[in-house]
């Protein structure tokens, strides 16, 4: 069974601080990693995909990627109450893309 | 703007009426998903095209079937909806499989109710 953990959460942070975000997944073949930012009642919001370890930053978004230790994270910096949302972390192997079942994270103002 | 369609965006249905779904894409993309999420649950992929080629997950009900009758369009057939299939409906495309080109682009969903 090919798995993607998430800790459901609920992540509080107050406004300004950091959130970090995590994920471990079972399929050690995977090659593509996504987050997605999903509002209540919404669909999924691409925000960050990473193919190769290390970090990558978009703007307050950063990115990691470990595959030796199957695990990717996502930190926010200077967290908004705009950003409060379900995080899912998503990871693809040959176009066979499986979701975790998300973060709530809320920021507190 | 380029973008991925979903009608209706709010679908009431009976107990064992069949209700179709549709998705609609302008990014020109070769694989269109569907999924089925239901509350605080990962999104659960039913069925992808890839191009033409049809792509059914083993544990998809044979209750729900879908069709691609071109590149921008595809659809969503529950033939007879139960309770339990209650949820919000995801269509997702993507280009070409291969490294970088996987991004999923999520349409706005549509949520079904069943009564």
């Known amino acids: 069974q090919k798995e993607v953990e998430q800790n459901s959460g609920p992540l509080s942070v107050p406004e300004g601080a950091i959130a970090s975000l995590n994920c471990t997944y079972s399929?050690?073949?995977?090659?593509?990693f996504f987050w997605y930012r999903q509002y209540s009642g919404k669909s999924p919001e691409l925000i960050m995909s990473?193919?190769?370890?290390g970090d990558k930053e978009d703007g307050r978004f950063t990115a990691q990627l470990n595959k030796a230790s199957q695990y990717v994270s996502l930190l926010i910096r200077d967290s908004q109450p705009s950003d409060s949302a379900t995080y899912l972390c998503?990871?693809?192997?040959?176009?066979?893309?499986?979701f975790g079942a998300g973060t709530r994270l809320t920021v507190k103002p | 703007d380029a973008m991925v369609i979903q009608n209706p965006r709010y679908q009431v249905t009976q107990f064992g009426k069949p209700v179709t779904l549709s998705c609609s894409q302008t990014?020109?993309?070769?694989?269109m998903y569907w999924y089925q999420q239901k509350s605080s649950q990962a999104p659960k992929l039913l069925f992808h095209?890839?191009?033409?080629?049809?792509?059914n997950e083993a544990d998809t009900p044979d209750n729900f079937q879908s069709r691609r009758p071109n590149t921008s369009f595809c659809f969503l057939d529950i033939r007879s909806p139960g309770l339990g299939d209650a949820a919000m409906y995801l269509c997702?495309?993507?280009?070409?499989?291969?490294?970088?080109?996987?991004?999923?682009?999520f349409g706005p969903g549509t949520r079904l109710t069943v009564l």
């Open positions: 997702a495309t993507s280009r070409s499989p291969g490294m970088g080109a996987n991004e999923q682009f």
């Open positions: 399929d050690r073949g995977s090659q593509s």
């Open positions: 990473i193919y190769s370890n």
């Open positions: 998503a990871v693809n192997n040959n176009n066979d893309m499986r």
């Open positions: 990014l020109n993309h070769n694989v």
């Open positions: 095209y890839y191009d033409k080629d049809f792509n």
